[in-house]
């Protein structure tokens, strides 16, 4: 399993989230704007989307929403600085 280590949410609702195993990926989760749902309405707002944090390696919001890992490996950018 993909484990996340750490998570920051950006003002334009991405988030950079850093993996055990060194990489660190950009997610753009605008997409959310366009679910509807409970666990997903509340995170339409930036102040309760910022509130992202990691629970057992996984990127998720106190609603409840969380982003499944193969998801976010495959839909997430890698920006992993190399030496």
């Known amino acids: 399993m993909i484990n996340a280590i750490s998570v920051v949410a950006s003002e334009d609702f991405f988030i ?3 993996l055990e195993d060194g990489r660190t990926l950009k997610l753009d ?3 959310i704007k366009h679910e509807a749902g ?7 707002n930036l102040e309760e989307f910022k509130k992202v944090f990691i ?9 409840g929403y969380d982003i499944d890992p193969y998801f976010l490996e ?3 950018l890698n920006i992993t600085k190399t030496a």
């Open 74 to 76: 495959a839909q997430g």
């Open 55 to 63: 629970k057992n390696g996984i990127v998720s919001w106190p609603s």
């Open 38 to 44: 409970y666990v997903v309405e509340a995170i339409h």
């Open 16 to 18: 950079v989230v850093n």
């Open 29 to 31: 989760m605008n997409f």
